[in-house]
């Protein structure tokens, strides 16, 4: 599928406010990529697609993972908006036909981020956190104008806010949050 079919078919699964952060996020992507001389096409179908399937039922969120022999954990199955991820890399490969196992990587990890991130999966993590459209975070002008010029002190950024408001509304951490921040605490300024 090319980027407007693929748009057309999120429309309809989405509903309005992330179908708009979806598109956010797929120029965002662009940008990004050209910034840091990744492929753009694959930025913007990996932006595009990294949310399809943020409007699914917790229930469906968990059938789909089992039916497809993915592992989830405990904090996964007590915090099924989780397994976003994991359920968005499944439906863009069997309901987007997505092939390129960069751009499956990189939606299967946007939330909580990895170990060793490549470039991409840099890209769409960041890319989630500053497109235009997002307003609650703080200082999003700093980290907006961070990004296109130090990607990895951006994320250890972005990680930290993130472990902040996490710990403020006693949320469970998933303990790959953890790990991604305490590999790229290294690189904040
Ligand atoms: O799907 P989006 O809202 O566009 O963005 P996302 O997939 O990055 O999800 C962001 C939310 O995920 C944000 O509210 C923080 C939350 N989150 C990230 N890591 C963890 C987490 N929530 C919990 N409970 N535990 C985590 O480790
Ligand atoms: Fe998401
Ligand atoms: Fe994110
Ligand atoms: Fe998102």
Redesign the pocket.
Known sequence: MDLKDIQKKLKKELDKNRYE?TIG?MYTAANLAMAYEYDIQKAMTAGLL??CA?CLSNEKQIALCEQNDVEISN?ERN?P??L??KTGAILAEKDYEIRDPEILHAISV???GCANMNLLDKII?VA??IEPGRDKASHLQELRCEAFHDINACIADILYD?LH??NHKN????P???LVYESYRQYEK
């Open positions: 952060h996020v990294h949310d943020k904090i915090n908006f989780l976003h991820q946007h939330t909580t993590f989630d956190y993130t408001y996490l949320s469970a951490i998933d790959t949050t953890q």
